[in-house]
């Protein structure tokens, strides 16, 4: 059965410290790795696909990472605007085009 | 970019009651439609899977009877909570999966529907 962990559960970062969030991962063969973003009372905001380990993504003060067990969310100086909850989820082969999501990291950045 | 329409976005319901919830896609066909439910500070859980003009696949442990999914076209999809009790109170999210001619188009997520049943 596909599994996914993230960690922290929360994080509370001042305003340009830098971190990264850690989704580690069980999947039977890797269909993708998705990273998105929820802001309380909404749904998740699609952030990046991952597929193959090695791969990177960015955007704006996001960088995503992928290895064979894991993926690290990292953010670079960020900005109270960040604060949300972080959500990792997979698509393994065996789920069809379900993805299993972990429990999400809670980022609060204050100025 | 995509864009999931998801109605209402909130609901105050009585015990007893049926509630719908609808998930548009409101500028591409959803080949593939997904229904979660999310506790405060809990993860997102599938609840079920539908596909236009089939049956629902849902997840061990979901009520089928009491969760109706109807996906009668590419671009719209329900979800009707029968005869709602307080543990049903939660928040409802859909998702929209496009995929043809061998191409993914990924997931577009409703912003989801926060039903209270007193």
């Known amino acids: 059965e596909d599994q996914v962990t993230q960690s922290p559960e929360a994080l509370r970062l001042q305003e340009g410290e830098s971190s990264s969030l850690n989704c580690s991962y069980t999947?039977?063969?890797?269909?993708?790795l998705f990273w998105y973003r929820q802001d309380p009372g909404k749904g998740p905001e699609f952030l990046f696909t991952l597929y193959s380990a090695g791969e990177e993504k960015e955007k704006e003060r996001l960088k995503a990472t992928l290895t064979k067990k894991e993926s690290f969310l990292h953010i670079t100086a960020p900005k109270p605007e960040d604060s949300a909850t972080y959500l990792c989820?997979?698509?393994?082969?065996?789920?069809?085009?379900?993805?299993?999501f972990g429990k999400g990291t809670s980022l609060l950045v204050t100025p | 970019g995509a864009v999931v329409s998801q109605h209402p976005s909130w609901v105050i319901c009585k015990s007893g009651t049926s509630v719908k919830i609808e998930c548009r896609s409101l500028?591409?066909?959803?080949?593939?439609m997904f229904w979660y439910r999310q506790f405060p500070k809990q993860s997102l859980m599938l609840m079920a899977t539908?596909?236009?003009?089939?049956?629902?696949?849902?997840e061990q442990g979901v009520e089928k009877d009491k969760f109706l999914i109807n996906h009668a076209s590419l671009t719209l999809s329900t979800l009707t909570v029968t005869s709602a009790h307080p543990e049903d109170s939660s928040f409802y999210i859909c998702?929209?999966?496009?995929?043809?001619?061998?191409?993914?188009?990924?997931?577009?997520f409703g912003s989801g529907t926060r039903l209270t049943v007193v």
């Open positions: 989820a997979v698509r393994g082969s065996n789920s069809g085009y379900a993805l299993n």
């Open positions: 998702s929209a999966h496009s995929s043809g001619q061998g191409l993914d188009y990924g997931y577009t």
């Open positions: 999947v039977s063969g890797l269909r993708g």
């Open positions: 539908s596909n236009e003009g089939s049956k629902a696949t849902y």
């Open positions: 500028d591409f066909q959803a080949t593939t």
